[in-house]
């Protein structure tokens, strides 16, 4: 019943800046700690950032200074601010929810990113 439905992916330039943006529907926004997930070109999924319903924040040291997780939790979404992207942030991202009280998480379907020269 919970789903993900993220925006905004693209096709940019190295330096360029995108946002993804990702809502929630189904349950309450606030159970759930919030995160982006991205698997380049033949990579493994690995972790963006995450971020709590206290605003509180966690990001993957190659993103950390370029990249900003927030959350609306009034309109139960969490976006991702990429700026100064470079060739290796080509991947699909994906949108996570993870249960605070159960063992139970949600992912969306993903959006492409790619930057090229």
């Known amino acids: 019943q919970v789903q993900l439905i993220e925006s905004g992916g693209g096709l940019v330039q190295p330096g360029e800046t995108l946002r993804l943006s990702c809502k929630l529907s189904?349950?309450?926004?606030?159970?759930?700690?919030m995160g982006w997930y991205r698997q380049p070109p033949g990579g493994q999924r690995e972790l963006v950032a995450t971020?709590?319903?206290?605003?509180?924040?966690n990001y993957a040291d190659s993103v950390k200074g370029r990249f900003t997780i927030s959350r609306d939790n009034a309109r139960s979404t969490v976006s991702l601010e990429m700026n100064s992207l470079k060739l290796e942030d080509t991947a699909v991202y994906y949108c996570?929810?993870?249960?605070?009280?159960?063992?139970?998480?949600?992912w969306g379907q993903g959006t492409q990113v790619t930057v090229v020269s």
């Open positions: 189904g349950n309450i926004f606030s159970t759930y700690i």
């Open positions: 971020i709590q319903f206290t605003h509180a924040t």
């Open positions: 996570h929810a993870r249960n605070r009280y159960i063992n139970r998480e949600h």
